[in-house]
């Protein structure tokens, strides 16, 4: 246990947390996504295709939100949409990529959070 007058530790976890940042900057995971999301800028049938989707599914998860049933139109471009994503060999592999980099922030998140509920039940 830490005595009361001790300075508070605050400054070594943020730099613990930084490097951690860093870490994760440096990974294979985040660099394939680095390289996907540039593949998809430098083609302009990818990044239409990528914004348009984007644009579409916003729409419909703002009408679903709100209560209501997503547009017809909306729908039928979404499909349209997914369609030609999953023939797009750039959008594929920032879709993969985007996956794998989700998989290891949830594994990060988790490791850090694994003893948050032990974390301070110590009375004695």
Known sequence: MRPMD???DIEEVLEAALRLAEAIEASDRHIALQVARRAV?????????FQEFDAVGRRIRESVEAGEQPDHEDRMDLERLRHQARTD???QDLLRAQADYVELLRAVEGTVFRRAPTMGHHLA
């Open 41 to 49: 800028e430098n083609d302009p049938e990818a990044l239409r295709t």
């Open 6 to 8: 001790a300075p508070d």
């Open 89 to 91: 060999r750039h959008l």
